[in-house]
């Protein structure tokens, strides 16, 4: 038997058909195109799954489940999605929507939460009995899995990581919040406080790498600034690092994972991000002398959606 996994993002639909070990064996994929609402896109993502399944040698009767990832909250008992924010969708029929289309199990979940199962499958996770996923990308999304299924709490909003506060009365969050972990451990954080820096260090490398123009500044160019020790840049990413540190210690007080998997496209900045975070992190540890949550970075990159949504049917 084989799953069908779903990733929809606010730009693409990707879709593959995965084997009960978690590893795909055709994928595709297709634009959103958000302005056209759910009954088109959903449609389509019955129809890219069609034709994914049929070039991996497969057909319908092969299919245990569907699983899905959406990018905002999902209820996995009633196959409802209250709102999705990027999608402007809000209390959606999803399960209805979908096996008009293809009728087999469906299972929906945050995206951020399938990709952190994901890992927890075929990644740098797996053989962890609890792990804590945390996307740093525009925003910073998380997943929790223990014993091998994901928890998203009572009312389905358990894995909201991003929203954490971490500094009372801090930056305002898109949520209406202040002081939100996303509004200090994502990569538009690492950016705005890039170009605030500017301000007072106009010879920084940074300007240099950015053509002179601080609206072209993203995380690599922070990232690569420090690298070469730059002050401005150096002081930035080690704030950074410390706002994921402080965000990172409360989920292991709470939770105490065995391990956090650093994702997105911040990580991609490999063992710098990651000896940063760990040094912050070390003497911010409430039991001195206990062991806790290994600090690690993710290895399936955007395939993790793929893979974690088909894993919520396996």
């Known amino acids: 038997m084989v799953y069908i996994g779903i ?12 084997d009960e070990h978690g590893k795909i064996l055709c994928k595709g994929s297709r634009p959103t195109l958000v302005e056209r609402g759910y009954g088109p896109i959903i449609a389509d993502m019955a129809a890219e799954s069609l034709k994914a399944l049929a070039e991996s040698g497969h057909c319908l009767d092969d299919v245990a489940a569907v699983g899905v990832g959406v990018p905002g909250v999902a209820d996995p008992d009633s196959g409802r999605i209250p709102f999705c924010t990027n999608l402007a969708w809000h209390d959606v029929p999803f399960w ?6 293809i009728d087999k199990p469906l299972y929906v979940e945050n995206d951020a939460t399938v990709a952190g199962l994901a890992e927890s499958v075929s990644g740098i996770s797996a053989g962890a009995k609890s792990s804590v996923f945390l996307t ?11 014993d091998g299924k994901p928890y998203s709490g009572h009312h389905h909003v358990g894995s909201e990581l991003g929203h954490i506060i971490i500094e009372m009365d801090g930056e305002l969050c898109s949520c209406g919040q202040r002081g939100c972990f996303e509004r200090y451990g994502s990569a538009t954080a690492l950016i705005r406080d890039a170009r605030r820096a500017l301000d007072n260090t106009p010879d920084s490398l940074m300007v240099a790498l950015c053509g002179g123009d601080p609206a072209k500044i993203n995380a690599k160019i922070v990232i690569d600034a420090a690298r070469q020790a730059d002050p401005a840049a150096t002081k930035v990413f080690r704030r950074y690092a410390r706002s994921l540190a402080v965000g990172i210690v409360s ?30 992190l070390k003497p911010m540890i409430f039991f001195k002398t206990l062991p806790y949550a290994d600090v690690k970075l993710a290895t399936l990159g955007p395939d993790a959606g793929i893979i974690g949504a088909a894993m919520l049917g396996r």
């Open 7 to 18: 990733d929809l993002g606010g730009t693409n639909i990707a879709v593959g058909v995965v």
């Open 96 to 101: 209805a929507e979908f096996q008009r289309h």
């Open 136 to 146: 740093l990308g525009t925003g910073l999304g998380g997943g929790i899995v223990i």
């Open 251 to 280: 989920i292991i007080n709470f939770i105490d994972p065995q391990v956090v998997v650093l994702g997105g496209g911040v990580s991609l900045a490999g063992d710098f991000l990651l000896d940063a975070v760990k040094e912050a």
